[in-house]
T-cell receptor, first 111, second 116 residues
Framework: DQQVKQNSPSLSVQEGRISILNCDYT??????FLWYKKYPAEGPTFLIS?????DKNEDGRFTVFLNKSAKHLSLHIVPSQPGDSAVYFC??????????FGQGTRLTINP | DTGVSQDPRHKITKRGQNVTFRCDPI?????LYWYRQTLGQGPEFLTY????????KSRLLSDRFSAERPKGSFSTLEIQRTEQGDSAMYLC??????????????FGPGTRLLVL
């Protein structure tokens, strides 16, 4: 039972353009959503998060959008930079407890 | 403020041996989580502690796995009689229920286990 899904295993974007990573979830009890970035052989690094009472949160080049009716969230990175190349995971939780992760999307930024 | 640390970073063992991993959370974080990640998948929850109390265990955590957090600071995860299917990255994370964003977990670098 995959409660959090990232349907695109990979994404390739030109440097300077916008990267959009998508995530769908099935559990309507999720009340907090997070995005993590992961480089090989390292642990996930927290990027940005959003509460279920909001529909948008922005932090510098990163913006997360939440559409509760569609049970969908997205991460926008603009402008994309070569250092953004990594695997991105979305995660969700209920009541600040365990995180449920998607399978990840590998983002490659091309110069 | 040092981050979450894990030791060892890599472990190679033979099937049937026992292994133990350690996690030191961010100081003053009262929650500590263990996850496991296999190739091509996202991290999967194993167990978590609030202070020294183990509050939840996943069904992934068979009876060969045991985790402790004896004084509410560092934690250990032990795997007894390792099997090749235990090969994975074991990740530790911590959070604070007193912080502004108690939902945010901060991860360590992980321990990569290879069972031969």
């Amino acid at each position: 039972d995959q409660q959090v899904k990232q349907n695109s295993p990979s994404l390739s974007v030109q440097e300077g353009r916008i990267s959009i990573l998508n995530c769908d979830y099935t559990n309507s009890m999720f009340d907090y959503f997070l995005w993590y970035k992961k480089y090989p052989a390292e642990g996930p690094t927290f990027l940005i998060s959003i509460s279920s009472i909001k529909d948008k949160n922005e932090d510098g080049r990163f913006t997360v959008f939440l559409n509760k009716s569609a049970k969908h969230l997205s991460l926008h990175i603009v402008p994309s930079q070569p250092g953004d190349s990594a695997v991105y995971f979305c995660a969700a939780s209920v009541g600040a407890q365990k995180l449920v992760f998607g399978q990840g999307t590998r983002l490659t930024i091309n110069p | 403020d040092t981050g979450v640390s894990q030791d060892p970073r890599h472990k190679i063992t033979k099937r049937g041996q026992n292994v133990t991993f350690r996690c030191d959370p961010i100081s003053e974080h009262n929650r500590l989580y263990w996850y496991r990640q296999t190739l091509g998948q996202g991290p999967e929850f194993l167990t978590y502690f609030q202070n020294e109390a183990q509050l939840e265990k996943s069904r992934l955590l068979s009876d060969r796995f045991s985790a402790e957090r004896p004084k509410g600071s560092f934690s250990t995860l032990e795997i007894q009689r390792t099997e090749q299917g235990d090969s994975a990255m074991y990740l530790c994370a911590s959070s604070s229920t007193q912080g502004r964003t108690p939902e945010t977990q901060y991860f360590g670098p992980g321990t990569r286990l290879l069972v031969l």
